[in-house]
C-alpha cells in the first residue's frame, strides 16, 4: 500500500490526529444563504455571494468581494453542501475585519436534513468570538454530515463569513 493510501486509509479510521486530515472538502461544495445582502450586487456582481465563504481565499476586506453577506435580518444562515457525506474532523471560520462582533453567538451544525434549511443539524460549535479579520478552527471530532450550516440563531444580524474550510474524509 503507498504511503498515500495508508494516510487515507488512516484518516477513514480516525486513527491519527486530525492533522493528518487537512484537506478543505468544502472547495468543492455548493452553497447558499438565507439572503444576499441588498444593493450589494449593484455595487460589485460578486458582492457577498455565498459561495464567497468557500473561494479558497482568506481575504477578510469585505470590499475584495470574498466574504459573504446576508441582508440584516433574523436568525440569518449559510450553508455548504459537499454533495457526499464526510466524517469532519475540523471547520475553520475566517470572519471579517470589520464588525467582528456580528459572529458572537454563531453555531455550527453539522448533518444530512434539510429540515429548517439545515439548522435543526446537531450542533459542532456555538462561537463565543472571533477576532476581527482571524481565523479560528473549531475540532467536530469526525461528526457526519453532508451539509455544514453557520447560523445566527435568536437575534437580528447580518451574517457575514470571509472564508468557511471544512476538514474531513468522505464517509
Ligand atoms: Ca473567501
Known amino acids: ?6 494516510a487515507i486509509f488512516a484518516c477513514m479510521m480516525l486513527v491519527v490526529s486530525v492533522s493528518d486530515c487537512k484537506e478543505n472538502v468544502a472547495l468543492r461544495g455548493r452553497a447558499t444563504q438565507s439572503s444576499v445582502l441588498a444593493g450589494a450586487a449593484q455595487v460589485v456582481g460578486y458582492l457577498g455571494l455565498a459561495i464567497n465563504a468557500i473561494d479558497g481565499n482568506q481575504d477578510t476586506n469585505y470590499y475584495h468581494g470574498s466574504c ?14 459537499l454533495l457526499h457525506q464526510y466524517y469532519i474532523s475540523s471547520i475553520s471560520i ?10 458572537d453567538g454563531a453555531e455550527i451544525r453539522i448533518g444530512n436534513s434539510l429540515s429548517n434549511n439545515g439548522n435543526y443539524n446537531s450542533r ?8 476581527a479579520g482571524e481565523t479560528t478552527t473549531f ?5 457526519a454530515g453532508r451539509y455544514v450550516n453557520v447560523l445566527i440563531p435568536g437575534k437580528t444580524a447580518p451574517l457575514t463569513l470571509c472564508e468557511v474550510q471544512v476538514f474531513g474524509v468522505l464517509a
Open 94 to 103: 475566517t470572519n471579517r475585519n470589520e464588525f467582528k462582533e456580528r459572529l
Open 139 to 143: 475540532e467536530c471530532n469526525g461528526m
Open 1 to 6: 500500500m503507498t504511503s498515500l493510501l495508508q
Open 124 to 131: 459542532c460549535a456555538t462561537i463565543s468570538s472571533i477576532g
Open 68 to 81: 459573504s453577506h446576508t441582508d440584516d435580518e433574523y436568525g440569518p444562515w449559510w450553508r455548504v453542501d
